[in-house]
């Protein structure tokens, strides 16, 4: 289980289950900018002001019932991240790749090997959009508050 600390943003009611709510969270920021491990400054915060480095907000399950404000670590699982990450990598580029074979096959020429790929590639996005939008997927794939931050310190102190 991947874990990282944040700060819960807002609640709301799951609409799949009843007894645990959704929670926004923000991760907390460690170090200077957030880009790096280093705890001064590099230079890349002002390409982060000039760019407004935005935070993102995401979901995650709330078992634990946190409530607003709350500093919480907040897990993945390790498994549902590297499905993610074939199905968002891999699934594309491997049917770009058989558009291309295909298409090289019936027309013979380059232009239709790129114009095979393209079509290999945007279907490969959109069945990975479908397959994603299905809501058993989202519900694996989907981050859980695990633990109040202040119950780690009171682990290490005690």
């Given amino acids: 289980m991947l874990e990282e600390h944040a700060i819960v943003l807002s609640i709301s009611p799951n609409?799949?289950?009843?007894?645990?709510?959704?929670?926004?969270?923000?991760?907390?920021?460690?170090?200077?900018?957030?880009?790096?491990?280093?705890?001064?400054?590099?230079?890349?915060?002002?390409?982060?002001?000039?760019?407004?480095?935005?935070?993102?907000?995401?979901?995650?399950?709330?078992?634990?019932?946190?409530?607003?404000?709350?500093?919480?670590?907040?897990?993945?699982?390790?498994?549902?991240?590297?499905?993610?990450?074939?199905?968002?990598?891999?699934?594309?580029l491997v049917t770009m790749m058989i558009g291309a074979i295909l298409m090289n096959e019936l027309m013979h020429n380059n232009a239709g090997s790129i114009l095979g790929a393209l079509i290999g590639l945007m279907l490969g996005f959109v069945w990975v959009k479908g397959h994603t939008t299905a809501s058993r997927y989202f519900l694996e794939q989907q981050p859980v508050i695990l633990r109040l931050a202040t119950q780690d310190t009171e682990i290490k102190f005690s």
Wanted: glycine share 8%; hydrophobic share 40%.
């Fill in 15 to 92: 609409s799949h289950k009843l007894s645990d709510s959704i929670a926004v969270l923000e991760i907390e920021r460690r170090t200077a900018c957030g880009l790096c491990g280093k705890t001064r400054g590099c230079g890349n915060s002002i390409w982060g002001k000039l760019f407004a480095h935005q935070s993102t907000a995401f979901k995650a399950q709330n078992p634990i019932k946190a409530k607003v404000g709350d500093s919480v670590v907040v897990g993945i699982n390790e498994r549902a991240l590297l499905k993610s990450a074939l199905l968002l990598y891999i699934a594309p």
